[in-house]
């Protein structure tokens, strides 16, 4: 997903299989914001996107740069922030 030309406003769907059940599900993702994002591994400007799958919410911050790295993701139960990056090429 981190691939896909992101800006603020931007919307695209993704397809999952869900093994157990032999389904796909849609999963719409919309660029919402771009903002400061601190975490322990350092501060970048982000990418806000929200994901919803059917009436689930969840959020992933990727940075505003060429890496595109997943800073922070926040699922309304679990918050991961980035803490260290090894062997990024």
Not at 4 to 22: C, E, L, N, Q
Not at 55 to 67: F, G, L, V
Request: hydrophobic letters at 35%.
């Amino acid at each position: 997903m981190r691939a896909y030309p992101f800006k603020v406003g931007a919307k695209f769907t993704i397809y999952d299989a869900i093994a157990s059940t032999a389904q796909i599900a849609p999963i719409t993702n919309k660029v919402v914001s771009k903002e400061k994002v601190i975490v322990p591994y350092r501060e970048a400007e982000c990418f806000k996107v929200e994901l919803k799958a059917g009436p689930s919410k969840q959020y992933i911050w990727y940075s505003d740069d060429e890496n595109r790295l997943l800073y922070q993701y926040d699922n309304g139960k679990l918050v991961y922030k980035l803490k260290k990056v090894e062997n990024n090429k």
